[in-house]
């Protein structure tokens, strides 16, 4: 039982250490996620002291799989964390990216030549359909993630799994999005 508990809180720490490092976690998420750290963390070593008090081997075991079924820190706190954080992440950028679509446009503007104009134009309007897919995609997506339960899992997995579909769209959209700056910029110059 002391093998299972300290891998999950060894998990647990890698997490709290990632979520450190993670600049753009909201502040509300941050909060959320680390008190789910906390009360995993806390119940796994209440589990743990439980098993090693408990007077027969069949109540050892009883209490002993609440490790897996009360904290699911594999299917549940580990995906809560990345897709939290990357979620958060996917909706600053595209923030920064719907901030400088005016001075973009405005450069557009100041384009003299009509192809290149034409071609930044298009790569433009992507780029705002492209940022707005993105927002759109990683928009509830935390707050999604944050009220899965363990006691949801393992029927909750679609919802992950769907949540995951939205990060990995938001994510080639961004990308998509950033390129088309890319074209932008090469016509400004």
Avoid at 82 to 99: C, E, F, I, S
């Amino acid at each position: 039982m002391g093998l299972a508990v300290s891998k999950r809180e060894l998990t647990i720490g890698q997490l709290t250490s990632a979520l450190a490092q993670r600049a753009h976690v909201t502040d509300a998420h941050r909060a959320a996620l680390a008190g789910l750290f906390t009360a995993d963390a806390a119940g796994l070593q209440s589990v743990n002291a439980t098993v090693h008090t408990d007077a027969t081997c069949r109540q050892a075991v009883t209490d002993g799989r609440t490790v897996v079924t009360t904290y699911r820190v594999y299917m549940l706190l580990v995906p809560q964390t990345h897709l939290v954080a990357a979620a958060d992440t996917g909706t600053y950028a595209a923030g920064r990216l719907t901030a400088v679509e005016p001075k973009l446009q405005a450069g557009i503007d100041a384009i003299a030549d009509p192809t290149k104009k034409a071609q930044a134009q298009t790569a433009y309007d992507d780029l705002v359909a492209q940022t707005k897919a993105a927002s759109d995609d990683v928009a509830a997506v935390g707050d999604t993630m944050l009220a899965l339960t363990p006691a949801q899992m393992p029927a909750g997995q679609s919802t992950v799994d769907a949540e995951r579909a939205k990060v990995t769209s938001g994510r080639t959209a961004l990308t998509t999005a950033l390129q088309d700056a890319k074209t932008i910029e090469s016509l400004l110059a």
